[in-house]
């Protein structure tokens, strides 16, 4: 279990990126248990040997044994970190030797659900996208295909739907208090809701007229803000019983700092090191992505600029000079730069709303994180 570290040097006397890179190593030590914990978890689940034949028992035993790979490859763990940082926001440390906070048991296991529902949406993501690759590993339609690619697809699909609901039983787990565990259930159900209708915006933006920065933004606020922020921000503090006026400021923190985010991603799915962030950096252009990149072109490029883009954006079988023809066409546009001043405008706004929480009687430590892992996230390579 991990041992919470007392954080003396509070933010008024600490260089803000110095916070950041606290912050990130609190997440990559929570990481640490997280994969532990999932790995006991699989183990245990591939042990119930479901089926009712032998036939059936081995494709279970292989959906289980792929699920559980794939949700452990390489990750952050950034929503669990959320879970677990919402719920200590409002708990204070035991004043025992080694720090620990009270049985957690709970909120770990809260913590595991949003990760098995991550695994599930991404294993729908993928197979929507048509990628081949997840964090340098086959993607599931890819893994079940082995040439049937109507078949690859269809698994995905079930694989994607059982590991989802893996999750919803976990997050059933987490409390005896059946009031608390209804107002979890209804805040995440409603969030992976909303989530889906973000993703049905997504895919449709190419679709249905002018693309537009405030388009974009709308996107982000529907998926990243609700799904990566809010949910396990809101499961962790509801856990923890926090109040409303402050559940209200952890809902403000999540729209700028999940948009922060996701900002970010979008330069890195273009310019970022490919063995890091575990996929092609070609492949959002290559499926034509919509993101703010590709809006500041079309709005702030010559038409030289435009041109070299649009040969690339959504052309699966776009050549290597063009593509880099492309991406230069992004930073010489200053499309690059701007997407990267929104971000760290975004990350700031996330980072003062959680100093907000300061001087409410919250746990300091808490807070720390919200603000450091909010400024950290637009510095990250990965």
């Known amino acids: 279990m991990i041992t919470i570290r007392i954080f003396y040097s509070k933010i008024g006397h600490m260089v803000t990126n110095k916070l950041g890179e606290w912050a990130k190593a609190r997440l990559m030590e ?33 959906i289980l044994c792929h699920s559980k790979e794939h949700n452990l490859r390489s990750a952050k763990r950034a929503r669990s970190a959320f879970v677990i940082y919402g719920y200590r926001l409002g708990k204070k440390l035991k004043k025992s030797k080694n720090q620990k906070f009270e049985n957690m048991e709970g909120v770990w296991r809260a913590a595991e659900a949003v990760e098995l529902v991550h695994t599930a949406l991404l294993m729908h993501d993928d197979f929507m996208d048509g990628d081949k690759i997840r964090r340098g590993r086959p ?21 994607g739907d059982a590991i989802l609901c893996l999750g919803f039983e976990r997050l059933l787990e987490c409390s005896s208090d059946r009031e608390k565990i209804q107002r979890i259930m209804k805040q995440v159900l409603r969030g992976i809701t909303n989530t889906a209708f973000g993703q049905a915006y997504d895919v449709s933006l190419s679709k249905i007229g002018e693309i537009t920065e405030e388009k974009v933004m709308s996107l982000h606020r529907a998926k990243t803000a609700i799904y990566t922020y809010e949910n396990p921000l809101m499961v962790g503090g509801l856990l923890a019983g926090l109040p409303e006026d402050i559940l209200e400021i952890l809902s403000k ?130």
């Open 30 to 62: 929570l990481a640490k248990e997280m994969d532990l914990r999932l790995n006991k978890y699989w183990d245990e689940e591939i042990e119930k040997n479901f089926g009712f034949n032998p036939t059936q028992k081995k494709l279970v035993h292989k």
């Open 139 to 159: 993607t599931t339609q890819e893994f079940f295909g082995e040439g049937d690619a109507h078949y690859g697809d269809t698994m995905a699909v079930n694989v």
């Open 253 to 382: 923190y999540s729209v700028d700092g999940g948009i922060a985010f996701q900002l970010q991603d979008d330069v890195l799915g273009v310019y970022g090191n490919e063995e890091k962030i575990g996929k092609s950096a070609n492949s959002d252009l290559l499926q034509g992505k919509v993101t703010l990149l590709v809006v500041k072109v079309m709005e702030m490029g010559t038409e030289n600029q435009k041109e070299a883009l649009l040969k690339v954006w959504g052309k699966l079988m776009a050549e290597d000079g063009d593509i880099e023809a492309a991406k230069l066409a992004i930073r010489e546009s200053g499309a690059h730069t701007y997407s990267v001043n929104v971000a760290r405008k975004y990350a700031a706004k996330a980072a003062d709303t959680a100093a907000s929480l300061r001087g409410k009687g919250l746990n300091e430590e808490a807070i720390d994180y919200l603000e450091g892992i909010a400024r950290y996230m637009v510095e990250r390579e990965v």
